[in-house]
């Protein structure tokens, strides 16, 4: 069976990759789960426009991912989340919300895979997340949250 990844499968390969695979294993767990898709010549079109989106926005090597670090730590990201009056929130702050902030503090669009949480953020106040932007090369980003 001919599928094109949607998501990084390991041992397989990475998004937009054409692989072949046994019918069961397609069809049973990768289409299911979202992690692939079935190949046509339609979608591999598809698949090719959001290849070429993703590299005109991902990071290109070390010196533009230093570039960034520097844009990010130098941000002030402020997130308004729903908490009750003791500054406990209602749920945690996820790395899609990290990313969303970082956005609408004028900061640089960042992939929310790229953002790591080491302790889920449960309180308002103000927190460090952590944004790998590189394999050499990690920023920190004081995000400060606040009720709403």
Do not use: C
């Not at 991902?58 to 130098?74: F, R, T």
């Not at 960042?110 to 790591?116: D, L, P, S």
């Amino acid at each position: 069976m001919k599928l094109i990844l949607t998501q990084e499968v390991e041992g397989l390969g990475a998004p937009g990759e054409i692989v072949e695979v046994k019918d069961g294993y397609g069809r049973n767990y990768l289409v299911p789960r979202g992690l692939a898709i079935r190949w046509t010549k339609g979608a591999e079109k598809q698949i090719q426009t959001i290849k070429r989106a993703r590299d005109a926005r991902a990071i290109k090597g070390k010196e533009h991912a230093s570039e960034v670090k520097n844009q990010l730590e130098g941000l002030a990201v402020k997130l308004d989340v729903k908490a009750g009056g003791t500054g406990r929130l209602f749920g945690a702050v996820t790395p899609a919300d990290v990313a969303g902030a970082i956005k609408s503090a004028g900061g640089p669009l960042v992939e929310k895979r790229a953002i790591e949480i080491a302790t889920p953020i449960k309180t308002t106040g103000k927190h460090e997340v952590s944004v790998q932007l590189h394999p050499e090369v990690a920023a920190t980003v004081n995000l400060e949250v606040v009720a709403g």
